[in-house]
């Protein structure tokens, strides 16, 4: 897959939930259709819901990629 | 392993460990269910209640345990119910769910779970004590067969069962009934996660059928065990089932970290988090020390009694715990 170029990153590690949806879900808001988002997590349970909330705000998961021990990098783009 | 500290060290291995596995965390299922509509943990909590409800009632009827309803205080649930539930908010996380993350390494944890087991011994046997005691004293039902409970002096704390003088067998199956029907017949949302919120509720349930036939006088809790963690460290006071039994959660819960790969040291950025995580472990602590349990006290073990002093603290943690995310992160 293409590498996708975001225009925003998030860096949430160390965060619990619910401060990385709320904080995805808010950022997606501000976000015009095609922008891409980067955020970046280490809490697991975070992996689970980010995917499972951010298309209520029109973000289309592209990809979960595992950066590291317990960290995680989720690409979403603005419908 | 009936009572010794190592019936609630294996008990608490197990709980933690399912903990981690099924992402049981209280704060989210209360906050998921008005403000993400999302009802996957919730219904894993319920599933665990109603397995409790028979299986509390059963073992009870069979003998193997008494029933230990809570004690009933109304301004005590009422006000510390609606403290713990805005206090979870904050210190990101129920009283379990700070527990089990300190074994995936959490930092605000750590300190969550240290102002938690402050308060909550003060509240309950320290300096605020006395303050604790304003709220009154318990209100009870004198049966004169008390049959599956266990009565002092033939005074027993309030449930749905022996305040309208029902069959507790009834009442058990009536609510566990609507609860399954409440499961199966509405819309369940989908979620990646290890285990399928039915098998995880079951598991959970079963975990507090052991932890009651172990401990005897009640089943799972977090704030007896913080406060027994504590204060026997640092008293002359010795360790109890329960102390041991919150341990057992942290190192069932690094087990699990450990071997699934989700064991991280974690360290928020925002240093908000970390006041949040303060202030948050103090009101949990003060609220479930005031209120006669938490989250698990109340709504995991108390709820399947049909205690009244835990459906009314329930309801608080629900109320509070909704109150504070509104103010902190539902505003805009």
């Given at each position: ?32 259709t095609g ?20 298309p209520?705000e029109g973000g289309e ?16 783009r603005k419908q | ?332």
């Amino acid at each position: 897959m293409a590498e996708v170029k975001p225009n925003y990153t998030l860096d949430m590690r160390g965060e619990v939930c619910p401060v990385p949806d709320v904080e995805t879900r808010r950022k997606l808001k501000t976000m015009k259709t095609g922008e891409v988002l980067e955020v970046l997590i280490d809490y697991p349970l975070s992996k689970e819901r980010i995917p499972a909330n951010a298309p209520k705000e029109g973000g289309e998961v592209l990809s979960i990629e595992e950066t590291g021990p317990s960290e995680w990098r989720i690409i979403i783009r603005k419908q | 392993m009936q009572g010794t500290l190592i019936g609630g060290l294996i008990v608490g291995i197990l709980f933690g460990f399912l903990l981690q596995r099924t992402r049981m965390c209280f704060n989210s299922a209360f906050r998921d269910l008005r403000y993400f509509k999302d009802n996957w943990l919730w219904k894993q909590g319920l599933m665990a209640i109603a397995v409790e409800t028979i299986g509390f009632q059963a073992m009870a009827a069979m003998g193997v345990i008494k029933l230990h309803p809570s004690a009933f205080i109304p301004a005590a649930q009422i006000v510390g119910g609606f403290a713990f539930g805005m206090g979870m908010v904050l210190a990101g996380g129920c009283a379990s769910g700070v527990t089990y993350r300190i074994g995936e390494g959490n930092v605000t944890a750590i300190i969550a779970a240290t102002f938690y087991a402050i308060s909550a011994a003060a509240a309950r046997a320290g300096k605020l004590k006395g303050l604790t005691g304003l709220f009154g004293k318990p209100i009870t039902v004198t049966m004169t067969n008390p049959g599956v409970y266990a009565a002092q002096d033939g005074k027993v704390a309030p449930t749905v069962a022996n305040l309208f003088g029902l069959n507790p067998w009834v009442v058990s199956i009536v609510f566990a009934a609507i609860i399954l029907a409440y499961l199966f017949f509405t819309k369940t949302s989908q979620r990646k996660a290890p285990m399928h919120w039915a098998i995880a509720g079951v598991l959970v349930g079963l975990v507090g059928m052991l932890a009651y036939w172990s401990q005897q006088t009640y089943s799972l809790g977090i704030t007896g065990g913080w406060i027994n963690l504590f204060t026997a460290t640092m008293t002359e006071a010795p360790y109890n089932w329960i102390g041991m039994e919150v341990f057992g959660i942290i190192i069932g819960s690094f087990i699990s970290a450990a071997i699934f790969k989700e064991f991280k040291i974690r360290f928020p950025k925002d240093p908000k988090s970390y006041v949040f995580a303060v202030i948050g472990g103090l009101l949990m602590g003060w609220g479930a020390g005031v209120a006669g349990g938490c989250n698990i006290g109340h709504f995991l073990s108390g709820i399947p009694h049909l205690a009244i002093s835990s459906i009314l603290a329930s309801i608080f943690f629900i109320l509070g715990n909704w109150f504070m995310y509104w103010l902190v992160y539902g505003r805009n």
